[in-house]
């Protein structure tokens, strides 16, 4: 039956959070973006371009283990804005969210002004305030308009 | 007025504005009167690039206010050399003095620096960001010999990557001035900049021959365009050589017009303008002192 047991494993957690409706192609950056790369055990499950009604492909990333608080999902509504967050105890849905825009993000973006003071060895996170159409670096005003994905830190 | 660091021209209200300079022109009017007001004041000077100009400024300034300067020297010298952060240089440096004033080479430098010490900081440039005292004089000359009412000001040269113009174009948006922009296509406001200044309610009105608008200005404010933003010298001598006034140009001004450089100036202004009335730009330099007197005075609760 281990087959099933695999089956088991991608489809539900126990315990931990479920992020839907991410856009998809995005899931990999979703997890950079929340700095899961692997190294704590925690499993997590990827799912890509799955069908959706919604966004016609989806991808789907499952955290075991680990709650994620709506400051750390909110980062995410820059990369996927219609990601829905649930929250699951005990193989239950116990909280369902949305991602909100934040005014700030902190830690996430590298600056792309090879200038920025960010960007040296000192002890300062990035720093973007969230605008409509870009983010902007509070250090050196840089803008960011498109292509955020490729700006996210690598860490 | 109380703010503990003057990062960004942009910090500034139009209320913080007219406090400054209505310091500075009390200053300028009674120099005597401010002599011993900080006398046990020590303000840090951390230079992570030269700039002498600036470095004296700031240096007479806070000795006409009766107090003295700590001066970290050359970079060359010190132990930034040694690989030491920015964070961890004005940490050690903030216990010495009672102000510090950086320069710095990076984008955002004054800013992070800021975030590590409680002793006022202000920013005497950081790369290719912001250096507000420059724009608090510029501010001070222009509202000295034109006012703020019923403004129009040209400004022109190279306006892509003059940080001395957006600062300003930016400050004065808090004055409605009527702005107007003369350069060369391939020197013009970058988007970002045209951008801030629409979001502010600001007209651009961009020109490429200051025929078009002298006539009108009340203020030139004249930058130099560098040979190194063309491809090759001929070409830059053709489009520069537009771009620079003698006498003979301002015989189309107003009367009063005030002509302003940030200075050094290369060619961009002959000197035969010098012996004009129109020549404000070594008062302008001058007027560095009193307008940084101010800063520092406000800054360091000279209303106590
Ligand atoms: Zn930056």
């Known amino acids: 039956m281990s087959n099933n047991d695999q089956q088991l494993r991608v489809s539900k957690i126990q315990n931990g959070t479920v992020i839907d409706h991410i856009a998809g192609g995005q899931a990999l950056n979703v997890l950079a973006i929340l ?96 605008g409509d159409d870009g983010v902007r670096c509070e250090y050196c005003d840089t803008i960011i308009r498109d292509d955020l994905p490729a700006h996210i830190l690598a860490e | 007025m109380r703010h503990d660091h003057i990062i960004s021209a942009k910090q500034l209200s139009r209320g913080d504005i007219e406090t400054v300079l209505d310091r500075a022109a009390d200053i300028a009017a009674d120099p005597g009167a401010f002599a011993d007001r900080h006398s046990d004041t020590l303000l840090g000077l951390l230079f992570f690039e030269p700039s002498t100009r600036t470095k004296m400024s700031f240096t007479t300034a806070m ?41 710095h080479p990076m984008e955002g430098s004054a800013k992070m620096a800021s975030e590590f010490v409680d002793v006022p900081l202000v920013n005497a440039g950081d790369g290719a960001g912001q250096h507000p005292t420059q724009t608090l004089l510029d501010l001070y000359t222009i509202r000295e010999n034109a006012g703020f009412d019923d403004l129009t000001i040209g400004i022109m040269g190279d306006l892509k990557y003059g940080r001395t113009v957006h600062s300003l174009a930016h400050a004065l948006t808090t004055v409605d001035a009527s702005q107007h922009f003369i350069s060369p296509e391939s020197l013009q406001l970058p988007r970002s900049v045209r951008y801030d200044l629409h979001e502010a309610g600001a007209g651009v009105r961009e020109h490429t021959e200051l025929d078009e608008i002298l006539p009108e200005l ?87």
């Open chain 2, 218 to 304: 009340d203020v030139l404010y004249v930058t130099r365009i560098q040979a190194e933003r063309f491809p090759d010298e001929s070409e830059y001598r053709e489009v520069a050589g537009q771009y620079q006034i003698d006498a003979a140009t301002l015989e189309a001004a107003k009367d009063d017009l005030t002509v302003m450089h940030p200075l050094p100036r290369v060619d961009e202004i002959a000197h035969d303008v010098d012996e004009t009335t129109h020549a404000q730009y070594f008062q302008q330099a001058h007027n560095g002192v009193p307008v940084r007197m101010a800063l520092l005075d406000l800054m360091l609760g000279g209303d106590q």
């Open chain 2, 63 to 103: 000795k006409r206010l009766g107090g003295d300067i700590v001066d970290m020297g050359s970079v060359e010298s010190s132990s930034v050399k040694k690989g030491e952060s920015l964070a961890d240089t004005v940490r050690v440096v903030e216990g010495y003095t009672d102000a510090l004033v950086l320069r």
């Open chain 1, 35 to 130: 700095g899961i790369d692997g190294t704590s055990g925690d499993s997590v499950s990827v799912a890509m371009n799955m069908p959706s009604d919604r966004l016609g492909h989806k991808d789907v990333v499952k955290v075991e283990g680990r709650e994620l608080s709506q400051d750390e999902v909110d980062v995410l509504s820059l990369i996927a804005p219609a990601a829905t967050i649930n929250i699951i105890r005990d193989y239950d849905v116990v909280e369902k969210g949305r991602v909100e825009r934040p005014s700030v993000v902190e830690g996430v973006l590298e600056c792309p002004n090879h200038n920025c003071i960010t960007t040296e060895d000192e002890p300062v996170d990035s720093r973007f305030a969230v």
